[in-house]
């Protein structure tokens, strides 16, 4: 399988706080990509790391990427209601995704 | 707004019926992708299309049919359809299938089957 998987599957944190969720996959990748969907609407991509990078930021946003493990993480600083959505991670070159991480930030 | 646009947004049909998505994209991009997402299930990759020639068809069901008559717009042709295919339906373009571009999305069809 091409897709990465998330985990948690759901996560519930208080504004404010920090928001982690994690992507494994299991082929070789040159890069790995972080979506967010809100409810019913289609995906907006939110950053993109390769294969040589171990570290990305881009604002609020904050992904690591462990080739040798195979998963990446994405770390959300200070959330906000709005941050509510889910985050997918897709690896390969056709964009295969996983089930998601669904965030709930509680205002 | 994202440069992907899906008609209708919204689609209740019988299984009788034949209807059609539509997805448009004035990006410039030569790659269109077809998605279903159901409830708890990952989002299932269906069909790709590359310079308007498929070059995947992940395993879809034949009731499924997919058009791409040039590089802006992407159809989805569909004909007795059963009620497990009640989903989001997403329409996606990129520039080619160069392993470092992104994808854009439309908005999504949310079918019903009845």
């Known amino acids: 399988s091409q897709q990465g998987e998330e985990d948690p599957q759901a996560l519930s944190i208080q504004e404010g706080e920090n928001a982690t969720m994690n992507c494994s996959y299991k082929?070789?990748?040159?890069?790995l990509q972080w979506y967010r969907q809100n409810s019913g609407r289609g995906l907006v991509h939110l950053i993109l790391i390769r294969s040589n990078e171990r570290e990305k930021h881009s604002g609020r946003l904050r992904v690591t990427l462990d080739t040798s493990k195979k998963s990446s993480s994405l770390l959300i600083t200070a959330s906000r209601a709005a941050d509510t959505a889910s985050y997918f991670c897709?690896?390969?070159?056709?964009?295969?995704f996983g089930t998601g991480t669904s965030l709930t930030v509680i205002p | 707004e994202t440069g992907v646009t899906q008609t209708p947004r919204h689609l209740v049909m019988g299984m009788t019926n034949k209807k059609s998505l539509k997805c448009e994209q004035h990006?410039?991009?030569?790659?269109m992708y077809w998605y279903k997402q159901s409830a708890k299930k990952p989002l299932e990759l269906m069909f790709v299309y590359s310079l308007e020639e498929r070059v995947e068809n992940n395993s879809v069901p034949s009731r499924f049919s997919p058009e791409c008559p040039n590089s802006s717009h992407l159809f989805l042709h569909l004909h007795t359809l059963q009620p497990e295919d009640s989903a989001l339906y997403l329409c996606?373009?990129?520039?080619?299938?160069?392993?470092?571009?992104?994808?854009?999305f439309g908005q999504g069809t949310r079918l019903t089957v009845v």
């Open positions: 897709a690896t390969g070159g056709q964009f295969y």
């Open positions: 996606a373009s990129s520039q080619g299938l160069q392993i470092n571009t992104e994808a854009f």
């Open positions: 082929t070789s990748i040159n890069n």
């Open positions: 990006l410039g991009h030569n790659a």
